[in-house]
């Protein structure tokens, strides 16, 4: 059952238009961090380094989850906005720790780089049914559905595992590889003595509160532990899909996710940049956030 099935013309109209609103104010808020973005863009290149590519990628992907909850307040979708916004607020960490100083920047992309060919070499042992990894996954999964994920006969994975092993062996990854051989920590995060999980990891940046609340409260939604919050309590209903309760509280977190970066990112690399954002921040940014807090009756 859609909200949509739920309520007349008149009320359904009323409602897409505030929808329409404010996922505009959502997207203002993330072509002000794009604008930034571009900027920022501009003078990594200028250094001349390829050692910044985590940070750039990273950036791009934070857009993405906030570009989403544009996408799904359109349609007036409010639960599916939460895991975007918890993946906004992961990244943010990820980010604001990766870029934090000038004389840690260039050994923590390389960090975050590394632990994505660990990653990925992983994986590609599962694929090799001679060796332990690919043995004991094969082991577990018999007989079950998708046992077969990690069986590719046609590929040389022997090939691939030796190239990801070149890879990781070198010479950008000397420092890198040196830390990581002496303490394996869990996360990228985790080399050379940082932060050894993502709660640490928000404390050491001054977040811990909107961990509390963007990361740990709505950690039900990521695990599908969160079911019963669809209960409507005055009403002792459930709620149908597309139900716009807590739209707006998810549109504020995700133009506040654009709008915080974009700060962060100008006072970091492109200070000069400072009064025009305020300016653009002011003009096109401000005006949707006033009438997100305008809206009633939508409450989560």
Request: with cysteine.
């Amino acid at each position: 059952m859609f909200q949509d099935d739920l309520q007349g013309s008149d009320q359904t109209e009323k409602y897409h238009c505030w929808y329409r609103q404010m996922a505009d104010a959502v997207s203002a808020a993330l072509n002000s961090y794009l604008w930034v973005l571009g900027h920022v863009n501009e003078q990594l290149k200028a250094t001349g380094k390829d050692t910044h590519l985590a940070a750039a990628v990273l950036l791009m992907e934070y857009a993405d989850q906030i570009d989403g909850v544009a996408i799904l307040a359109q349609k007036g979708s409010a639960r599916n906005c939460v895991p975007l916004i918890r993946t906004g607020f992961e990244l943010q960490l990820n980010l604001m720790y990766m870029v934090q100083r000038d004389d840690t920047f260039e050994n923590r992309c390389l960090a975050y780089e590394f632990y994505h060919w660990v990653k990925q070499i992983k994986v590609a042992l599962k694929c090799d049914p001679s060796s332990e990894t690919g043995k004991q996954v094969r082991s577990q999964t018999k007989g079950e559905l998708l046992a077969d994920a990690f069986d590719h006969p046609s590929r040389n994975i022997h090939a691939e595992i030796a190239a990801l092993q070149q890879m990781m062996d070198h010479a950008r990854f000397s420092a890198v590889k040196v830390e990581y051989d002496r303490s394996k920590p869990k996360h990228w995060y985790g080399m050379w003595g940082g932060p050894g999980n993502i709660e640490r990891l928000a404390a050491e940046l001054g977040r811990r509160g909107q961990y509390e609340v963007m990361y740990r409260f709505w950690s039900g939604n990521a695990h599908g532990e969160s079911a019963l919050q669809r209960i409507d309590k005055c009403r002792m209903e459930m709620q149908p899909i597309r139900c716009p309760r807590g739209l707006p509280n998810a549109c504020l977190n995700a133009c506040n996710l654009a709008n915080e970066m974009a700060v962060f990112l100008v006072g970091r690399f492109v200070p000069q940049l400072k009064d025009e954002l305020a300016v653009r921040y002011l003009a096109n940014v401000k005006p949707g956030l006033e009438f997100i807090k305008s809206v009633e009756g939508l409450d989560g």
